[in-house]
Each structure stands twice: as C-alpha cells, then as structure tokens.
C-alpha cells in the first residue's frame, strides 16, 4: 500500500463519521460529536517530515506531550487506526496498525481568537500577557537554542521563499526587505547571542497568533503548538511573544497589543532576570521575521493580497523609530491608565510605548499577584519612594533598547516629577509629562467603581491626596472628563512630529 492509498482510505473511514473536516496541507482534522481526531498528512515539506507511519506517530505523541501543558482538557491521546479480519478499518482494534490519530475535545471553532480579534480587550489582553510570560518561565530550557543561529534560519527559508515569490510580490519589495533584515540581523547579533547565554532560548509554542489562541470560559488557551521541528520551536522567548504582538498589530489592533507587552513585562519581570528589558531592542526584527513568515504561507495559500500586505508590514517593522519618555501624573480617578494606553499605541515601534504602572510595580516588589490587595504598609511613604526607583529604572532599561515608554503613576510629590524629567535627560530622549485634573466628585464616582484592577486606591485614600499640595505643576494640564481620546489623539500627533 503506498501512503497516498493509505491516507485516501484513512481519510473515507473518518469521512463517513465526521460532520465536518478541516484540512490543511500537513494534516486534517475530523469533528464527530464532542471529539475532534486529527491525521497527519504524509507530506515532506524540508522543514517538518510526516512521510512514513513511523514519523507521523512520533509528530503526534510530541503533539500530544507539548500541548498538554497549556491545554490539558483538549488533548487526549493518541490511537490507533487498525485492519481488522474483514479488512475493513477500526479504532483501538485488535488488527495491525494502519494509521495513528490524535483524539482531542472538540470546541466551538468560532471561539478562536482569529475569528475574533476584537474580543481581544484591556482584560483578556492582560491575561494574555501573563500567561504567556509563565509558559515561558516554566518552558524547558534549551542551553543551545535562541541566539543568532535560530532566528537566522528562519531569515534564510524566508529569504528563500520570498525570492522565488518575487515575480508575483514585487522584487524591489522583496529585495528591500531581505537587505534590511540582514542588516538588523547583524546588529542584533551580539544582543541575541548574551541572551542564549542568559538562557532565554526555550522550548517555546512557536507557532503563537490568534488562530491558535481559544477562549473559552473568558480564559485564553494557548493550543497547537509546532512539534515537527526543534529548531523552529527552541527559540528565544521574545521570539516568540513576536508572533502574538505581530498578529494583533496586522489586525490593528495595536491598543491590544500594547496591553499584551505591558502585562507581559510585568509578570516576565517577577520570574526572569532584570537583562529581560535588553531583548526589546531586538523586537522589531522578531515581529519583521514573523510577518515575513506569514507573507510566504499567505502567498502559497493563493491568497496574494494578503502577502503583500505581510510583506508591507515587514519592512514597516525594520523602519527606524526613536525612543522617548511620557509621564503622566494626577490623583487616583482622574483616569491615568486609560490616558496611557490611549497613548502608548501611538509611540514608537510596534505595538507602541512600554507602560509601566506603580501599581502594578508595588505589587510585584510586595510579591503579590495584580489584583491582589496589599496591605497598609505597602504603601507608606518609605516603600511608595522605592516603588518610584523601581519604575525609573525599568524606564531607563527600555528607553536604553530603543523604546517608547509611558509611565503611569500619580506623581503627588514634586520631586518625583523631578526624577522623571531626569531620567529622559540622561538617557538623552525627549520627555513629555502630562498632568490629569477634573473635579472631586468624578474622582470619587470612578474610584467607588473600580474592579479588577491593580490599583487599590479608594475613596479614604483619594480624600488624603486632595489634602496634600502638589506644588508648582508643569507638566501639561489636561482636562480629565469623561473622554479624552482626542487630548491622547493630540499628545500622539505632536510627539512624533517631534520624533520624525
């Protein structure tokens, strides 16, 4: 039997039990009731291998290993498609082995986040961040893995394949971007190289866009994740994290995007060492190759608007942005986060600013979790100047590799408006510091409702900073009302008039 006959039998005996099949070009997948059984498709493609029975077992039970981390409920096992005596074909049969197959839980396709990217809000893109950055913390480290080496071969296959695609994408396109990869490749070289050596090359997903991200319950999981090849798979962790800010800015939805790297960064920041900052430097090349990546499956998907498209924004990512500095300031209430994630997508290089939130900052130093409430002594005077430290440093950190950076905190005491200022002037970046101000009473109302949220500020805690004197305020007074996104439009505007 040869493995076209094999695979065309396999595929009539799950097609007279499916109601309805999902095929891609290395495998298919069967839905039947409340399970989902998925066949690897006898492919050699250089990059992965599924040619023999032997190989496409081996690809299913790393499948099922890999994903059973993040996904535990979906993936079930793997069984066996075996001839009985009457020559016909059973599972878990007690004839001999045709075919393996992978059970899974069958879920709602709709539930996919590519089916809905703008599901995507501030509080599922939070919990997307940090789930991420665990999966990451608690990946196998790979001692061999990330640096130059594995993301240059990646920059070589799509070199390759955008090549051959050129007549149809347009050369010079295709020809700008693969000089301009390789230039940043070569800067980048000794950054991607210390964080080998740092042990950020890990057993990652690999494969992390919206179309293998389900909610379900409002809780992401991550599921699908590459088995087939090492070399694609062990790879620098922002590497990974690419795909996913990558996939969010190709859809627009760059707020989301922001929201992910901010959450990410926090929580990466409580299990990775502090040189975690230095890898941002290095992003806009990772989202570059991604979407380098997306341009060559797109074209051989026969979809070439969409390639073209990939490819635009390939070359958009290597373009060079400036970094700077924006602080904004004001009482609790007068709505300094949502100002600062209007901002940040604006700023800079894809997906925008790095937000840093005290709140966020004293939760972390006090070893708590986001949401969780702290105590009073978390926020005594002593500790909150700590907090302060801890934020201007991680600022300086991400102003040092390149980035935009909006930090959100309430900035009472001058002198901590001061250290703000100085920490974009020695860094030799502009900076902007925006104070937000309305009236008490909507100050009051927005604090009595605020849930889930880092912050634990309430009403006792906003009456004693009306009491206290900010002192001589100027930074850029903005009127803090119920809608502010053309004071955020306008700030943006002007910023990177200035920037370029």
């Given at each position: 039997m040869?493995?076209?006959?094999r695979?065309?039998e396999?595929?009539?005996f ?11 070009n290395?495998a ?20 992965l291998?599924?040619a023999s029975?032997?190989l496409?077992h081996?690809a299913?039970?790393r499948e099922?290993?890999?994903?059973r981390?993040a ?9 066996r ?12 049969g ?24 703008w599901?995507v809000d501030?509080a ?5 961040g940090?789930?991420?950055a ?6 196998p480290r790979?001692?061999?893995?990330g ?13 390759n ?13 295709v020809?700008?971007l693969?000089?301009a990869?390789d230039a940043?490749l070569?800067?980048?070289?000794p950054?991607l190289?210390a ?6 090359g ?5 494969d ?6 389900l ?22 962790v922002?590497?990974?994290?690419a ?6 800015d190709f ?24 040189d ?5 430097e290095?992003m ?15 074209a051989?998907s ?8 990939y ?5 958009e990512?290597l ?10 300031g004001?009482?609790?209430g007068?709505?300094k ?10 700023l ?7 937000v840093?939130r005290?709140?966020?900052?004293r939760?972390?130093m006090?070893?708590v979790g ?6 009073p002594?978390?926020y005594?005077?002593?500790f ?7 934020m201007?440093?991680e600022?300086?950190?991400?102003l ?6 909006v ?7 001058p002198a ?29 109302e927005?604090v ?8 634990d500020?309430d009403a006792?805690v906003l ?9 001589d305020?100027?930074?850029a ?6 809608d ?17």
């Amino acid at each position: 039997m040869t493995e076209e006959e094999r695979e065309a039998e396999v595929a009539a005996f799950f097609e007279a039990r499916a109601e309805k099949v999902i095929e891609t070009n290395i495998a298919r997948v069967y839905l039947e009731g409340e399970r989902a059984w998925k066949v690897k498709r006898p492919v050699s493609l250089g990059y992965l291998d599924y040619a023999s029975v032997e190989l496409r077992h081996w690809a299913l039970d790393r499948e099922l290993s890999f994903n059973r981390a993040a996904a535990p409920d979906i993936y079930r096992a793997v069984r066996r498609v075996t001839r009985e005596a009457d020559g016909s074909l059973a599972l878990e049969g007690a004839g001999e082995v045709v075919e393996h197959v992978l059970e899974m839980r069958r879920f709602d396709d709709t539930a996919v986040l590519a089916m809905q990217p703008w599901a995507v809000d501030g509080a599922l893109a939070e919990s997307l961040g940090r789930e991420v950055a665990r999966s990451h913390a608690e990946a196998p480290r790979r001692p061999d893995a990330g640096g130059r080496s594995a993301l240059e071969y990646t920059i070589r296959s799509n070199a390759n394949l955008l090549t051959k695609l050129a007549p149809r994408l347009g050369q010079a396109e295709v020809s700008e971007l693969i000089a301009a990869t390789d230039a940043a490749l070569e800067r980048m070289t000794p950054l991607l190289d210390a964080r080998k050596a740092a042990g950020y090359g890990r057993r990652c997903h690999a494969d992390l866009h919206l179309g293998n991200i389900l909610l379900e319950d409002g809780r992401p999981i991550l599921f699908d994740c590459i088995e087939f090849n090492d070399v694609l798979a062990e790879i620098d962790v922002l590497y990974d994290l690419a795909f996913l800010i990558m996939d969010l800015d190709f859809r627009r939805r760059r707020d989301a995007g922001v929201r992910v790297l901010a959450a990410y960064l926090d929580e990466a920041a409580r299990l990775f060492p502090e040189d975690l900052w230095a890898g941002l430097e290095a992003m806009p090349l990772m989202l570059s190759v991604r979407a380098g990546v997306r341009c060559h499956v797109q074209a051989h998907s026969h979809d070439m608007e969409a390639a073209k498209a990939y490819l635009a924004a390939a070359i958009e990512h290597l373009k060079p942005h400036g970094a700077g500095l924006v602080a904004v300031g004001g009482l609790s209430g007068s709505g300094k986060s949502t100002f600062a994630r209007l901002v940040a997508p604006g700023l800079g290089a894809s997906p925008g600013a790095v937000v840093l939130r005290t709140d966020e900052i004293r939760k972390r130093m006090w070893g708590v979790g986001p949401l969780d409430h702290l105590p009073p002594a978390a926020y005594e005077r002593a500790f909150g100047r700590t907090v302060y430290e801890r934020m201007f440093h991680e600022a300086s950190l991400a102003l040092a590799a390149g980035r935009w950076v909006v930090m959100d905190a309430v900035f009472l005491d001058p002198a901590e408006r001061t250290r703000a200022a100085e920490v974009a002037a020695r860094t030799g970046v502009p900076f902007e510091g925006v104070w937000l101000q309305t009236d008490a009473a909507l100050m009051r109302e927005r604090v009595d409702a605020r849930t889930g949220d880092a912050s634990d500020a309430d009403a006792a805690v906003l009456e004693t900073q009306l009491t206290r004197d900010p002192g001589d305020i100027t930074w850029a007074l903005t009127e803090a009302g119920a809608d502010f996104d053309d004071e955020a439009g306008r700030l943006v505007s002007r910023l990177m008039e200035r920037d370029g």
